[in-house]
C-alpha cells in the first residue's frame, strides 16, 4: 500500500503484536473480549489497525503492565466508566472469531496476577520469587503460553520504563539472566522427531539471545531437537555449522535494524536434503529477506515452521 490510501488502512495484526511484544492471539482475543481490534480497512477490505486503534491497544498494554486486570484496562483504553462491562465488537463480514482452546475469564486473571507478580519480584530484585513465578507458569502453561502471557508483557514493562527514564538496565538483566536459567530447565527430547538437528543462531552483532532460547525450550517440549548456537554468530559459523550438521531448518533471529541486514543469508550454503531457513524478530528489512525465507509471526508459529514436516527429515 503506498501514499495517504495506505496510511489510513492501517497495520495487521502480525505488524501490530511485533510492534506491542505480544502473540497475535492476545490481540485476537482483546478484540474479541474487549472490543480493542481494528476499526480500519485496507483497500482489499482486510480488517486493519488505525494509528487510534494503536493509540488505545498501547494504553490497555500500559495498564496491564501496572498491574490491571485486562477487563480493566480495557475499559481504561475505551474511556468506558470502570462500573460499566465492555462493549460488544460489532462483526461486520469476516469478522467472525473463533475462541482459543484454555482461554476464558479465570486464566485471565491468573495471568495478570502472574504479571504483577513478576514485574513486582523484578523490580525488587527478588531472584527467589522471579524463579519460582517463572517456574510455575512453564510447568502450568507450556512455553508458548507462558512465555507470550506472562514473560513478553513484563519484559516489554521494563523496556518501556528503561525508554523513559534510562533506569531498569539491572531489572532487565537480572530477570534475563533467571530466565535463561528457567528455560535451561527444558531437557531435550529423549526421543526427539527429528533426525537432522535444528540450528538456532542470532544474527552478527545481534546480542539479543533471549528469544532464542525460548525457542530452543519450545522446540524442546515439542519433541524437536535443537542446537543452540547463541548471540553474534558470524555467516561463516553459520555456514560451517549448516556443512557440519545438515540441518533439518535453521532460524536466525535479528531484534534491532542494525543487526537486521539479510545480503548474507543469500550466501548460506545449501545442504542435502534442502533445510528450512527461518528469521524472526522485528530487526529484519522485511523488504530485502530471500523469497526463500519463512517468517513466523510469534512463537507459536516459529515452532510450527521449524518442527514440520519432520516426517522425512
Not at 42 to 60: K, V, W
Not at 178 to 205: F, I, S, T
Request: hydrophobic share 45%; proline share 10%; net charge positive.
Amino acid at each position: 500500500m503506498d501514499g495517504a490510501a495506505g496510511r489510513e488502512a492501517g497495520l495487521g495484526v502480525g505488524a501490530v503484536a511485533q510492534r506491542l511484544g505480544v502473540a497475535p492471539s492476545t490481540l485476537r482475543t482483546w478484540d474479541r473480549r474487549y472490543g480493542i481490534g481494528p476499526s480500519g480497512r485496507s483497500p482489499g477490505g482486510h480488517r486493519r489497525y488505525t494509528p487510534a486503534d494503536m493509540a488505545r491497544l498501547e494504553a490497555m498494554q500500559r495498564q496491564i503492565l501496572s498491574g490491571a486486570p485486562p477487563g480493566e484496562a480495557a475499559r481504561f483504553a475505551l474511556g468506558v466508566p470502570a462500573g460499566a462491562p465492555p462493549p460488544p465488537r460489532a462483526h461486520g463480514a469476516g469478522g467472525n472469531r473463533v475462541p482459543l482452546t484454555g482461554t476464558g475469564p479465570g486464566r485471565d486473571e491468573r495471568q495478570a496476577a502472574a504479571v504483577r507478580g513478576l514485574a513486582r519480584a523484578a523490580m525488587a530484585l527478588d531472584r527467589a520469587a522471579m524463579t519460582e513465578t517463572v517456574r510455575t507458569a512453564l510447568r502450568r502453561d507450556g512455553v508458548v503460553r507462558a512465555w507470550d502471557g506472562l514473560i513478553v508483557p513484563v519484559l516489554a514493562g521494563i523496556g518501556h520504563k528503561h525508554a523513559a527514564t534510562g533506569d531498569c538496565v539491572e531489572v532487565e538483566h537480572l530477570l534475563s539472566t533467571v530466565l535463561l536459567g528457567c528455560l535451561a530447565e527444558m531437557p531435550p527430547p529423549a526421543r526427539p522427531l527429528n533426525v537432522r538437528p535444528v540450528l538456532l543462531a542470532c544474527a552478527p552483532e545481534e546480542q539479543h539471545s533471549l528469544p532464542v532460547y525460548a525457542l530452543a525450550a519450545a522446540l524442546a517440549e515439542a519433541g524437536v531437537d535443537a542446537l543452540v548456537l547463541g548471540a553474534r554468530v558470524p555467516p561463516r559459523a553459520l555456514a560451517a555449522a549448516i556443512r557440519r550438521a545438515g540441518p533439518h531448518a535453521v532460524f536466525v533471529w535479528s531484534q534491532t535494524a542494525e543487526t537486521g541486514d539479510p545480503a548474507w543469508l543469500e550466501a548460506l550454503p545449501s545442504s542435502r536434503p534442502p533445510h528450512r531457513l527461518v528469521t524472526g524478530g522485528p530487526g529484519w528489512d522485511r523488504d530485502r529477506l530471500p523469497a526463500r525465507v519463512t517468517r513466523p509471526a510469534g512463537l507459536s508459529e516459529a515452532v510450527a515452521a521449524l518442527a514440520c514436516p519432520l516426517g522425512s527429515s
